[in-house]
Structures are given as structure tokens and as C-alpha cells.
């Protein structure tokens, strides 16, 4: 054997094999062959193993961010109610927020009355909701006692649909009545006579409101001092009399506004450091109560103004001239329209 291979390598280049010799070269060619697929073989399998470890690493690296990132947990809600198939409208349309909001009690003021006399104590009460055209308005007067004197608590009581309610207090006083008194039918008589005299008929609120202001601007005039007991014993004594302070200018308004069935409310200012003493005013409506103006027959001697159906600017603007002359409690009032 060792000869053969001896002679195998000893054999010169490009002397032909022998049979023996092809056999055994195809032999050792299979054998390599062989072991080339065996070695690719094993690279493949490496190579799987290694792309499998990765995307095992890649997914537990992903699940466990993915648990970091859900930090809000998520509400659970209740079903539905079955509606046999149905979706509930109260589902799919957007609920509007609950109203909360009380109503606003406008115009109120302290009262005075004299004995044994009647108390109208929803007049010149203005109510606002912001959502209920039509709250509810009620009067405690339970305190009150209109057979002796003294002093009483009454209370005001707003209610909207909703029951958002709001209650304003003030006070009643009662005193003893003149010798001057009148009673009310007479004074309601004398106005109705006094407007017969001042109108003309087809006037118009606007009209008719202006008609009285220039009536009670060339017919009565101002004296410092007059009793403020009862409104409308100061506007009977205005209609006889023609004279009166503020209050009995108001107070004559007041009445004459009430005969023709117009709203109004009783204004009156705020002591202050610049003006220390009251004044009394109107505000009236033209349109039942949608829109409001002050109305203020008191004559202005040091600036002659003409304040009938003036607006809340109008009052600021006058303020400019007589610093703190309208001064009052803003939020317990209407606003007046913006002029245009």
C-alpha cells in the first residue's frame, strides 16, 4: 500500500489515472462535499437559534415598556340599559350643564308705612333668572305687624325652575299715621285726575312718561324739607301743594307711573364721602319690564339736566359734573340698553 501511494505521488504530470485511482479521487470529493453541507448546515442552524434569541429579547424589551407607557388606567363605565335594540338619545346627545344659577331680586328697598294702612310688596320688585322667564317669587311678612309701630323684618324669596333660590331682607317701618293723613282711594282719585290733565289719548309709554316729566319740570318745585313717611302721602301733598324734595319727586312719579300701569323701581343713593344725604329716584320701563331707564324729576339747579329716560352712562356722565351724585347699590338694579 505505502508502494502504491509512493507511486501515486511519484507519477509524473499528464500520465493518466487508473481506475483505481478515479474511484478513490471521487471518493475524497464526496467526503468534502459532504462536509460542506454539513458545515452550512450548522451555520444555518446558528443563525436561526441567534435571530430567534433576538426577537425573544425584542418582544420581552417591548412588553415591558409598553406596561411603563400605561400610566392612566382606564375608567370603567356602566352599560347601557337594554332598550331592546334602541340607543338611548340620552347617549348620543350631549347633556347640557345643570342651571345653578339663582335668580336676581331687584328693587328692593326699606319700606315705611303708617298704621292700620295696606302694603302692595311686590310693587316695584323686578325678579331675573338667567334661564327661567318666570321665576317664582314669594313674601315672608309674617313679622310684620301693621297695628302698632315699630320696625319689622321682610323677607323675599326667589325660586327658579331649577330650585335655585335667592332671598333678599329688609325692613318695614311702621308709625303712627298725621293728622294730615288721606286715605288711598282719594289719592288714587287725585292722580287719575292729574294725569287726565297732563295726557293726551294715543300717547305713547315713551310719550306719556315724557308728558310727566315736563308737567312736574313747570308745575312743582324743590324745598329742602318734607316728610318721607309714606310715598304716597308725599305725592298727594306734591299733587296740592306743588312742592317737594327729591322724595316727593319720586314719590309723585311713582304713583303717576303706577296709574298707568308702568313698571318701575325706587332708586336711592348710597351715602357717601362726597354726598352724605339720600336722594331718591325712578326707573321705569317702557316695554313691561324688558328694558329700563332712570327716570329723575328732581329739578338740577347747579347743572340744569334734563334726566328723563336716561341711561346708566348718562348718570356716569353726569357724575363728571357732580362727583358721586349717583351713587347706588349697581347690582341691585337692571342695566339701562346701550346707546348706539
Not at 462536509?35 to 441567534?50: E, T
Not at 329723575?296 to 336716561?310: E, G, I, N, Q, W
Amino acid at each position: 500500500m505505502n508502494d502504491q501511494r509512493s507511486a501515486q505521488r511519484s507519477r509524473p504530470q499528464g500520465q493518466p489515472r487508473t481506475p483505481e485511482q478515479r474511484r478513490r479521487a471521487q471518493a475524497a470529493k464526496r467526503r468534502r462535499q459532504q462536509q460542506n453541507r454539513r458545515f452550512r448546515r450548522f451555520l444555518l442552524c446558528h443563525q436561526i437559534i441567534l435571530v430567534l434569541i433576538c426577537l425573544t429579547i425584542g418582544y420581552f424589551l417591548g412588553l415591558r415598556a409598553g406596561k411603563n407607557a400605561a400610566t392612566v388606567p382606564e375608567v370603567p363605565t356602566d352599560p347601557p340599559a337594554a332598550t331592546n335594540g334602541a340607543v338611548s338619545e340620552d347617549i348620543l346627545t350631549p347633556q347640557e350643564p345643570g342651571d345653578t344659577t339663582a335668580p336676581t331680586i331687584l328693587g328692593v328697598n326699606k319700606l315705611s308705612v303708617f298704621v292700620g294702612s295696606t302694603v302692595a310688596y311686590r310693587s316695584g320688585i323686578l325678579v331675573t333668572d338667567d334661564v327661567d322667564p318666570n321665576p317664582k317669587l314669594t313674601i315672608d311678612s309674617s313679622f310684620v305687624n301693621l297695628s302698632a309701630p315699630g320696625t319689622y323684618q321682610l323677607v323675599y324669596s326667589a325660586t327658579d325652575s331649577a330650585g335655585n333660590t335667592s332671598k333678599v331682607q329688609t325692613t318695614v317701618t311702621v308709625v303712627e299715621a298725621p293728622e294730615s293723613y288721606v286715605d288711598e282711594a282719594l289719592i288714587k282719585e287725585t292722580a287719575d285726575q292729574l294725569l287726565a290733565t297732563i295726557l293726551t289719548e294715543g300717547q305713547t309709554p315713551e310719550q306719556q312718561i315724557n308728558a310727566i316729566y315736563d308737567w312736574m319740570e313747570g308745575h312743582c318745585y324743590y324745598i329742602a324739607e318734607f316728610d318721607k313717611s309714606d310715598y304716597m302721602q308725599a305725592a298727594y301733598l306734591m299733587m296740592t301743594t306743588n312742592r317737594g324734595d327729591c322724595y316727593g319727586f319720586y314719590a309723585l312719579s311713582r304713583l303717576l307711573f303706577d296709574r298707568l300701569g308702568l313698571p318701575n323701581l325706587t332708586v336711592t343713593r348710597l351715602p357717601n364721602e362726597v354726598r352724605t344725604s339720600r336722594h331718591w329716584w325712578n326707573m321705569v320701563s317702557l316695554d313691561g319690564g324688558e328694558s329700563w331707564y332712570h327716570f329723575d324729576s328732581t329739578p338740577h339747579m347747579t347743572h340744569p339736566t334734563r334726566t328723563c329716560l336716561v341711561t346708566d352712562a348718562d348718570l356716569e356722565a353726569f357724575n363728571q359734573l357732580m362727583p358721586n351724585y349717583y351713587s347706588y347699590d349697581q347690582a341691585g338694579y337692571p342695566r339701562t340698553p346701550v346707546a348706539n
